[in-house]
DNA sequence: ATGAAAGCGCTAACAT
DNA sequence: ATGTTAGCGCTTTCAT
């Protein structure tokens, strides 16, 4: 059989409770006598159960992380891979629950896996962080949780963000200042926060600069390949057309890109492209994109160092647990100066 | 407090067993009581605790997924999502074990996590379905497994893979087909199965065709965007350069396809382009890559099915424990006839 | 068909 | 600094 707690005790001459503090790191154990007990731990190869441990002493060691992107696109998998390298070496585990918000009951089946996992708390990706009657139960239920990004209600819970706005206004300021004057811009997907950010960054910078934005330069978006295709069709249709394109993510800069081949619009000496997120595809492109890199994993990894902060559960909405983590401005080849 | 078991066979007048029984759908509850307890349990909002489940019962109902995939590639992302898709309709949990083979003391982490977990099975994707000495310590703690592409040993335990090799020849035949004589070929990274595999379907079907490959037609690589471009420029440097290019997968082709342009090297009309895997990033290129659709999803879900079976634990090696899925070659715009 | 009692392996609370 | 006791919430015998 497997090795217990009671086989280390009893071999190392100590009792349980001693083999217990000597696993969990605590104090007041002699040193001679923490190191008997880790020889016979090595020698029996002893490794604790942890459901054993989490149904006694109320503590999973699980975090979920909560994921609604049907593309699972590289954004879903930079965040978990984040999260899941920082609880392993914290020694928590993470669950990743996908969620269909499109079907029906997938709260119910959720909020049951959350419970019978007893989670320790949960991480809540766009656009899960901004549905309201989701961190109601949560809430409902005592479960301290952590939004990514989520744009709204800033004091109800710790966040973990990147300054949207002030990002994609450094962008338009990019295009700006190779002598785009004439940009277009691909708008995302509504019931994410970053949308009406990115598009206000970009129309400061517009603003600010002086040049004027016509309404026909702002186009919708999905944050899909096939969005950036339409929305870049639809800028790129006009007899005068943009020398610069600015799309909210870097798949529907990748769009834009195929729209242009398609229209026989060489990128970027005819065309400029600038996307957002620095995600996988960003680099899988020629020319390679310009873009924002968003620190997804750290973001994700900032999380996870909340959610585990034992003074969290106290004050899950004090400012100490909001953190901000720098955008950086990329520039790859898809942005040049406008040729004359 | 939360409700436990008690509560709910307290409320309904049963015994703790009887509830136990409704709730693990087990014979021997008369329909009657089988009802009164499932009202109880939906007006007190009962959810089982996992944990104390696991304790006394042997079983976790947590399946392993074991990835090493530095890249974190589409390929991993679309595993997981089908793994995860199926673990939630068996009423299982995956937990994600990312391992970095290049650092030291993997094997000891990813061990104690398992075994603290009590798994109920793995399930171990390319390269690291090969790497024996980890098979062996499975083995030795009687963790059941399922390897994707494992590509050997095949008698070991229960498989799931796709037949690399006819996929190869049926590209290769595709390219053939369209006029293609000089293709070239670009190959995957030594660990993987599937390297060999692919190459041997190309070959063979550029022999079966009676069409002789020059050993400088056939270049290595490593299944990324940047092996794809140096191998790319390798095979477009010629003097005369092949008309088309068959990459191991599709990140390659995309680096193919960066090259042609660095070049100058019209695609498809100059230059035909052809993948493997059609992951996310096949789709978000311009001309789409045609390439071999391996229904990562699926494969991950069989892997699923085969662990839970109960009959799995006791003939792990048996034949009905391997499954082939089908391969689909999907046919974009990068691949046209050659132009005379 | 149903129930009572005895753990599963660990930790919290309370000794000593 | 270390040990003892009593559960955590469920399932497993084994009765009835």
Redesign the interface.
């Given at each position: 059989m497997?090795v217990t707690i009671k086989d280390v005790a009893e071999k190392a001459g100590v009792s349980t409770k001693t083999v217990s503090r000597v696993m969990n790191g605590e104090a007041h154990v002699r040193t001679a006598l923490r190191e008997t007990v880790m020889r016979v731990v090595e020698e029996l190869g002893y490794?604790?159960?942890?459901?054993?441990r989490?149904?006694s002493s109320a503590r999973?060691y699980l975090l979920g992380m909560l994921l609604d992107d049907p593309?699972?696109?590289?954004y879903?998998?930079?965040m978990?891979?984040g999260a899941?390298?920082r609880c392993?070496e914290k020694h928590y585990?993470?669950?990743?629950e996908?969620v269909d918000s499109g079907v029906g009951g997938w709260e119910e089946?959720l909020m049951?896996?959350i419970?019978?996992?007893?989670l320790d708390g949960a991480i809540l990706t766009p656009p899960l962080c901004r549905l309201s009657p989701l961190l109601d139960r949560l809430e409902a239920i005592n479960l301290p949780y952590v939004r990514i990004s989520p744009g709204e209600d800033e004091s109800r819970s710790g966040l973990v963000d990147i300054d949207e706005e002030g990002a994609a206004f450094a962008m338009t300021e990019h295009l700006i200042s190779l002598g785009h004057r004439d940009i277009g811009f691909i708008e995302g997907i509504p019931s994410h926060a970053a949308t009406p950010k990115r598009r206000a960054g970009f129309l400061s910078a517009m603003h600010r600069a002086g040049v004027p934005v016509g309404a026909d330069r702002i186009v919708p978006g999905d944050f899909t390949?096939k969005g950036g295709i339409e929305g870049g069709e639809a800028l790129l249709r006009h007899a005068k057309r943009p020398t610069a394109i600015f799309a909210s993510n870097d798949?529907m800069a990748?769009?834009v890109?195929?729209a242009a081949?398609?229209l026989e619009i060489a990128v970027p000496s005819q065309l400029a492209i600038a996307g957002f997120d620095d995600g996988?595809?960003a680099?899988?492109?020629?020319?390679p994109i310009t873009t924002i890199r968003q620190p997804v994993g750290e973001m994700a990894a900032a999380a996870v160092d909340i959610l585990i902060d034992p003074a969290y559960r106290d004050a899950p909405g004090d400012r100490r647990f909001h953190r901000e983590l720098p955008y950086e401005l990329i520039i790859r080849g898809s942005t040049t100066a406008p040729s004359a």
């Open positions: 497997t490794r604790p159960n942890a459901f054993a989490s149904l999973s593309a699972w696109s590289g879903a998998a930079g978990q891979r899941l390298m392993r585990h993470l669950v990743v996908p089946e049951a896996s419970a019978s996992l007893r390949f798949d990748l769009g890109s195929a081949a398609k996988p595809t680099r899988v492109a020629w020319p």
